[in-house]
């Protein structure tokens, strides 16, 4: 599989535990051989999604700068127009769908793996 999900939003956890959650799964995902992995993170509206926002993307900017993920895009950076996001489905063997791909959807961040 050339992609996975991960919902920080399930179970309420802090962004002590959120940011936890993400490093596991992102090696995780690394060993399986899964190339981008879609975080549903919330965007503020209610608890802590906003703040696991922010703290997301600090944390995934600081691993592509340790280069141990090569990317991510915002939600609204998520849409066939932009040309990361083009290249990223380009480049996936698998047929890939997402309810969110042109949405504007500021509550998931793209993390590209490989």
């Not at 190339?35 to 600081?62: D, F, P, Q």
């Not at 849409?79 to 309810?99: A, G, P, R, V």
Request: aromatic share 6%; glycine share 8%.
């Amino acid at each position: 599989m050339d992609y996975a999900e991960l919902n920080l939003k399930e179970n309420s956890p802090s962004v002590d535990e959120a940011m936890a959650i993400l490093e596991i799964n992102i090696d995780i995902c690394k060993k399986s051989g899964v190339k981008v992995l879609k975080v549903i993170h919330g965007y503020g509206s209610h608890g802590v999604g906003g703040a696991i926002c922010l703290e997301l993307r600090n944390r995934l900017r600081h691993l592509k700068k340790q280069e141990i993920i090569k990317d991510y895009l915002l939600g609204s950076e998520w849409d066939i127009s932009n040309e990361k996001c083009f290249n990223i489905l380009t480049n996936l063997s698998d047929h890939y769908t997402d309810k969110d791909l042109n949405n504007n959807n500021p509550g998931i961040t793209i993390v590209v793996l490989q």
